[in-house]
């Protein structure tokens, strides 16, 4: 039983099948009518005197009374409209008289109906006699057959004589065998208009350039763990890899078109959907956003889901959220994984974590590896660690590599070194700086410093930060400042405030020593390791914050150094608190300095301890000041021991007297 929806949709099937095969064939015909002025009588008259009621009765008169011409123009219009069996005697008898574009259409009407040698037999006729589109057909014919000799000899002569079809399929039989002659054709067809030649011509251009640019070929560190966003790209990258190659490759430093931009361009502009794909991607990578939009909408609108992933991205970047979803629905709708990789990002952002996890799955079903790895970030979010276990090594499995390195950080969080190593060596192999970098941890935590270091080496190498500090850590320590500076500057200059703070370390013990200061003297511009431990304490790092506040004092900027202080006390800096102490009690804050020397000692500061203890002597507090004399012994160094220890024994005289 067939129901009435499944007998329409077999019937809009069959119009549509019938429609493609007659637009198939007017391609054709219509290029004879550009080469062969006998086969297109309508051009001899024209189109707003007559119209093409007018134009058949008139031919078919003069047909009745042999006019071969207008049998032959008669037999094309009919062929046109889809009348075979009234255009197949006109043909015959024109093909019969000897007209040759008659003879190419009469092998179109054969071939419609299947007689496919047939067809070809009068397509040889036309060709013999110089028609280029029976060459092309004839052409296209051997080919289909496999005859590859025979279909580049007709194609060729259909090509030297400047038809463009003929080129087209000329250059794609010499491109399928890798003839570098297929550019030229390419070219050709391009030149005369043809869409698909012209964008196929613009991916061998681009592809060259692509070619041409890659050329021939600190202690207690944690281990970098899978962020908690999804992986979804971004502008350009969402175009998938081909239009995103062109992005780069196609868009000149200076900003000026390509030869590859301008072909895309022109395809582009006669409806190419790809091509406007392609070109609203290197118009993104150039940074020209609204008119790479104004393509990618143009590509969108005929169907081509990539195009609207990547119109989603520029509007969610432009702050236009809700336009964005409308375009990734759409997108996914028509199996795009990225896009539905977007969408799940989208509502995981919002908290809606089932609808999240329905669109990462649509992702996966659409075959985007990334599907299963967000998948597995949403999970191990929600803590449900058996789930994302299993959904990262499922995109482990399809070789993703951030999945393998998140997959072996769970493991070795459970305790499972073991199993680790083996999936962060397989993410790093693959290209994953994050599993190199934590395999040099890994192998650090095995006291394996010479195999760790390899690691982190080839993570610096690839502009891992906390690798480049770490590489740099070990070159000090082995006594090579050349390479410790070099690879603290990368770390530095990535954002990390340890590495700019050894940076500044190693600048600042090359300076040479300022000697006293002169009062008047004109204050000295901030030295360069200055600015480093200024980034480092902008971060918060504690340790440069009193640095930079120690440096601020040599200054005589007590304001500078009392802020730099105050905030790495506060931070929990016991150095910090101490200084602050001195800064104040110099000033005449001795109630407020004993407070910063208080937070100091009890955090351990020997020196705050012996400055509580020398206060609290000057205040008759004997019995307190020898308490903090204790405290000082205890926590040193050597040299405030031995003070605090004299300070003790004269406070106890002074006590026993």
């Not at 590896?369 to 597995?376: C, I, P, Q, R």
């Not at 499995?397 to 199993?419: I, K, M």
């Not at 507090?621 to 000082?632: D, I, K, P, Q, V």
Request: glycine share 10%.
């Amino acid at each position: 039983m067939v129901f009435m929806g499944d007998r329409a949709t077999l019937l809009e099937t069959g119009r549509f099948v019938q429609r493609h095969a007659r637009n198939a064939a007017d391609e054709i015909i219509e290029a004879v009518g550009a080469v062969d002025a006998a086969v297109d009588t309508t051009a001899e008259t024209d189109p707003d005197s007559e119209n093409e009621t007018e134009v058949e009765a008139r031919h078919r008169r003069a047909a009745e009374h042999g006019d071969l011409d207008s049998m032959s123009a008669l037999g094309a219009l009919l062929l046109r409209r889809g009348d075979l069996d009234g255009a197949e005697p006109y043909l015959r008898g024109a093909t019969a008289e000897g007209d040759r574009a008659a003879a190419n259409n009469l092998g179109v009407l054969l071939h419609q109906r299947g007689y496919a040698e047939e067809a070809a037999g009068w397509w040889r006729v036309a060709a013999v006699a110089g028609s280029a589109p029976a060459a092309h057909a004839l052409g296209r014919h051997h080919r289909e057959r496999g005859d590859e000799p025979a279909a580049e000899y007709w194609l060729r002569q259909a090509a030297e004589q400047g038809h463009a079809l003929g080129a087209y399929a000329l250059a794609d039989l010499l491109e399928h065998r890798s003839d570098v002659g297929a550019e030229r054709w390419l070219r050709a067809a391009a030149e005369q208009g043809h869409r698909e030649a012209a964008y196929r011509l613009a991916l061998a251009l681009e592809r060259r350039a692509t070619e041409t640019t890659r050329g021939p070929h600190e202690t207690g560190t944690r281990l970098r763990a899978p962020g908690t966003g999804a992986v979804v790209p971004t502008g350009a990258a969402a175009t998938g890899a081909g239009a995103a190659a062109a992005g780069r490759a196609a868009a000149e430093p200076g900003g000026e078109p390509t030869e590859a931009e301008q072909w895309f361009r022109q395809a582009a502009a006669r409806g190419h959907r790809r091509a406007a794909l392609h070109l609203g991607a290197i118009l993104e990578h150039r940074g020209e956003l609204k008119e790479a939009g104004r393509w990618y909408l143009s590509s969108a609108k005929e169907g081509e889901a990539k195009a609207a992933c990547a119109l989603g991205f520029l509007l969610r970047d432009a702050g236009d959220e809700e336009s964005a979803a409308v375009w990734w629905l759409r997108a996914a709708q028509d199996g795009d994984g990225n896009a539905a990789n977007a969408l799940g990002a989208l509502h995981a952002a919002r908290g809606e974590q089932q609808t999240a996890e329905r669109w990462y799955r649509a992702a996966m079903d659409a075959g985007d590896v990334n599907g299963a790895y967000n998948l597995g970030l949403l999970c191990a979010a929600q803590d449900r660690i058996p789930q994302a276990e299993q959904w990262y090594r499922r995109a482990a499995y399809a070789g993703h590599r951030e999945a393998a390195n998140a997959l072996a950080v769970l493991l070795l969080q459970a305790g499972d070194a073991n199993g680790a190593e083996p999936w962060f060596s397989k993410a790093a192999e693959a290209g994953s700086v994050d599993a190199a970098f934590n395999l040099g941890i890994l192998h650090a935590g095995r006291d394996d410093d010479r195999t760790a270091l390899v690691w982190y080496e080839r993570a610096a190498a690839a502009g891992h930060t906390e690798a480049a500090l770490q590489v740099g850590i070990a070159a000090l320590r082995d006594g090579d400042e050349r390479t410790a500076e070099r690879h603290l500057r990368c770390a530095a200059g990535g954002g990390s405030a340890e590495a700019a703070f050894r940076l500044a370390s190693v600048l600042d013990a090359r300076r040479p020593d300022p000697g006293p200061a002169v009062l008047g003297a004109s204050r000295e511009e901030k030295t360069e390791c200055e600015e480093w431990y200024e980034r480092a304490a902008q971060q918060g790092h504690r340790r440069a914050q009193v640095r930079v506040g120690m440096l601020a004092a040599g200054r005589g900027d007590l304001a500078e150094a009392d802020r730099w202080y105050r905030e790495a006390a506060e931070a929990g800096s016991r150095n910090g608190a101490f200084n602050l102490g001195l800064l104040l009690a110099r000033e005449g804050s001795e109630r407020e300095a004993a407070l910063w020397w208080t937070r100091a000692a009890r955090a351990g500061h020997g020196r705050a301890a012996l400055r509580l203890a020398l206060l609290a002597a000057r205040r008759g507090e004997l019995t307190e000041g020898r308490r903090w004399c204790a405290r000082a012994v205890e926590l040193g160094p050597a040299e405030v021991a031995e003070r605090a220890a004299r300070l003790s024994e004269a406070l106890h005289q002074e006590l026993t007297a």
